[in-house]
């Protein structure tokens, strides 16, 4: 089933500093969930104007963020907190000895080198590794925002193949590395996010157009 966005949603915090324990992004004292509007697997679209509130002030311009759908999911707690930063790619998790799904989970390139990663697609991390001078990672088993498409997004470059320019196909790098790569092409395969708005770079990254939206469905 497709993702089926709302127009508003309840968050813990910013869309790039969320990191809870809970599926709803609140708990007592005592470690209990508290209800709210925001569950696992809430999707929400967001437009251009609406997303600059939602951005942490001192975001990093190669960080900032912009109009498109994200959606509230759990960071694998095998996942390597390193690599799920502003920008790197986000991938479903695929329990390797049965091919199910434990939705709505994404984890990092390096836990699905043998599940052909770049098949597994699911969006791109938001939290800058720190923010205002404080550590601001996901702590893996937490629960955070990701940007899974439908407008655009900053990313990180492995490779910018070619001579870059604006309109090159913006690939996720798989389980070679957890950046992107972008290549003088319009190739469409199950490993594009989408097309480079501004010129890729391996020092600034670039900013991609996504017309796809991928994420991780709920039960």
Known sequence: MALS???GVWLPGY????NSP???GQQDA???NIPTPLTAGKAVQIGPNEVKGLTAPGTPGANLLYDGQYQWVNLDSGATASNA???NAAYIRVDSSSGSYPWPTVTTYDKVSTESAAGLLAGVFLNPATLNGSSNTVTPGNWTMIFVGDGRVAVNLNAAGGTPAIGDTVNADGSSDAKFTSTNTTTVTSATLGTAVTVPSTTYGCLVRVTDVFGVVPN
């Open 85 to 87: 930063v502003a920008g």
């Open 15 to 18: 869309l790039n500093t969320c």
């Open 5 to 7: 966005p709302t127009y």
């Open 30 to 32: 005592y470690g209990n």
């Open 22 to 24: 809970s599926p709803t």
